[in-house]
């Protein structure tokens, strides 16, 4: 037991046990040495608790100094690494919000998003892959140089950073978020540059360029251009009618890009437009966007640009969501299947009326391919049960002939004796 004692620093067994009281008292007094005490796999207590995926235990051992970047282990595993491979969201956005760099490679060259991926924590993946500091957009709030006024207006820096770490950049959702705040509805104009600078500046680092951020921000100014010229057109007409109260804001643009094509419903608008946007990318030289343009080549409909837009800047899948809206590409394990078909659903009744002119001419196609569903289900259902009893009555077959083998075995052996004379 001494021995044990030895090998684990208390400091690191009680992050293990998770005794938060009794973690703060040693760190206020300092009795158990220095907050990034190693273990014998060079290991830190923030690693551990971030390997537990415990935020308080990590907020408690940062709020005493911890290194954040600390990479003595062994692997050189940091603690965003192992938080990671967790799969705590939180404490991945904790460790980030600390200075953790997302950049850094363990011995085997894979960054903290990569193991990530590796284990199939996807959210992980998509929440270091869209992260920002907030003062990172802060920065712009304030006259620099010469300047007399600031790039962007102090109000409409939280919406923009809202707008920035949503994972969904579905062109349909960031015009509903946009539509649904007023901040960002009247501040477009700045946002959009502000944008542009951000996407600029990351592409012009020395080192460690963030491509999908870089790239990230370019597609939200794109995006954010084309919903001012939509504005800009509303504005031309002034008031809506009575009659038109309940229309989105950027319902017009939503509805041309979501509209599917005649002959099979592929929303080819939409395909065109994230192809635009990618081909508006200036910073031609980054490896991401070579690779983006590689996989989309090809005619319309061959591949979905935008899944691969969003597999660039969220990771990739394995298999596609199967809780997204139609619509809006929002994921949410309560979205409301079409009642009829149930082969599309919807988050919300604005994104089902939205989809609806679309949807309308292939749902009772969609109908039949979901009995064709059905029935393939209930025929695989039923060959499973099938060879599960020919299973069992092969085996009992074998039972009762092993049974009835032992039997004559038995008989012959006691025949054998029966015949046995004594000399």
């Not at 390997?51 to 965003?80: E, F, M, P, W």
């Not at 229309?247 to 080819?268: M, P, V, Y």
């Not at 083998?405 to 052996?413: A, G, H, L, Q």
Request: proline share 3%.
């Amino acid at each position: 037991m001494a021995a044990e004692e030895e090998d684990v620093p208390r400091l690191i067994a009680l992050v293990g046990t998770g005794e938060l009281g009794e973690l703060k008292k040693v760190l206020l007094t300092g009795e158990c040495g220095p907050v990034d005490v190693l273990d014998k796999n060079g290991m830190t207590p923030l690693q551990h608790g971030a390997y537990k995926g415990s935020v308080k235990t990590c907020q408690l051992l940062i709020d005493h100094g911890a290194d954040v970047n600390d990479i003595n282990h062994d692997h050189r595993y940091s603690a965003l690494h192992f938080a990671a491979l967790s799969g705590s969201t939180e404490c991945v956005q904790l460790l980030l919000k600390s200075g953790a760099r997302a950049y850094h490679t363990n011995s085997l060259g894979r960054t903290a998003t990569q193991m990530a991926a590796f284990v199939g924590n996807h959210s992980v993946v998509a929440m270091i892959n869209n992260f920002v500091k907030l003062e990172a957009i802060e920065y712009y709030t304030k006259p620099q140089g010469l300047e007399t006024e600031p790039k962007l207006p102090p109000i409409a820096a939280k919406p923009l950073y809202d707008l920035i770490m949503q994972v969904n950049i579905h062109p349909v959702r960031i015009a509903l978020t946009v539509g649904g705040c007023s901040m960002l509805k009247t501040h477009i104009n700045p946002c959009s540059k502000v944008l542009e600078l951000m996407a600029e500046k990351e592409s012009k680092r020395p080192e460690n360029v963030n491509e999908v951020i870089c790239l990230k921000f370019h597609y939200l100014s794109y995006v954010l251009k084309t919903l001012e010229k939509e504005l800009n057109k509303t504005t031309e007409n002034d008031k809506k009618p009575e009659e038109d109260k309940d229309i989105l804001t950027f319902e017009s643009i939503i509805k041309k890009w979501i509209r599917g094509r005649a002959s099979d419903g592929f929303e080819e608008h939409l395909d065109y437009y994230i192809r635009d946007a990618v081909k508006a990318f200036p910073y031609v030289e980054i490896p991401l966007f070579m690779q983006i343009v590689r996989n989309m080549h090809g005619a319309i409909g061959e591949s979905c640009s935008l899944s691969t837009l969003i597999g660039a800047i969220n990771g990739q899948r394995a298999f596609a969501d199967e809780y997204a809206c139609s619509t809006c590409g929002d994921s949410n394990k309560q979205n409301k299947k079409c009642s009829k078909c149930k082969m599309v659903q919807y988050c919300n009744r604005n994104c089902q009326r939205l989809h609806w002119n679309t949807h309308k001419k292939f749902c009772a196609q969609l109908l039949k391919e979901y009995e064709k569903q059905l029935k393939r289900i209930e025929e695989e259902k039923k060959k499973d049960e099938e060879e599960k009893l020919k299973k069992e009555e092969d085996n009992k077959k074998k039972q009762d002939g092993e049974t009835k083998m032992n039997e004559n075995k038995i008989d012959d052996v006691v025949d054998g004796t029966e015949n046995i004379s004594v000399s």
